[in-house]
């Protein structure tokens, strides 16, 4: 499995932009993805994801700011980020789940079992 992430940039405080990551190597439809982000000297942080189903979970600071998407056609999920704050400066990364998640395991990073190279947004202010 590979995934390959793109969109990162900078950005000015209230921009938006449009990650996405595009998935090869086994069924797209039936995998949740999910996108985490890193900051500098911080753990990774789970961001949203859609589960096969088409379902969707994010953290509660991002809700309303935040879109995850898929598009199993194109085997790409999206992460449309808009109002973006200082803070949202990160290295973002698109996961895989291993299997169909269920919501309580969503954010966690151990459920997902191939991993995005990572793109960086940053957001000045």
């Known amino acids: 499995v590979q995934l390959q992430a793109s969109g990162g940039g900078s950005v000015q405080a209230g921009g938006s932009l449009r990650l996405s990551c595009a998935a090869s190597?086994?069924?797209?439809?039936?995998?949740?993805m999910g996108w985490f982000r890193q900051a500098p000297g911080k753990e990774r942080e789970f961001v949203a994801a859609?589960?096969?189903?088409?379902?969707?979970s994010y953290t509660n600071s991002m809700k309303g700011r935040f879109t995850i998407s898929r598009d199993n056609a194109k085997s790409t999920v999206y992460l449309q980020m808009n109002s973006l704050k200082p803070e949202d400066t990160a290295v973002y990364y698109c996961?895989?789940?291993?299997?169909?998640?269920?919501?309580?395991?969503?954010?966690?990073?151990?459920?997902?079992?191939?991993w995005g190279q990572g793109t960086q947004v940053t957001v000045s202010s």
């Open positions: 996961a895989q789940g291993n299997g169909r998640l269920i919501t309580s395991s969503l954010h966690r990073p151990e459920s997902y079992d191939y």
């Open positions: 190597g086994r069924t797209f439809s039936s995998y949740t």
């Open positions: 859609v589960k096969w189903s088409g379902g969707t």
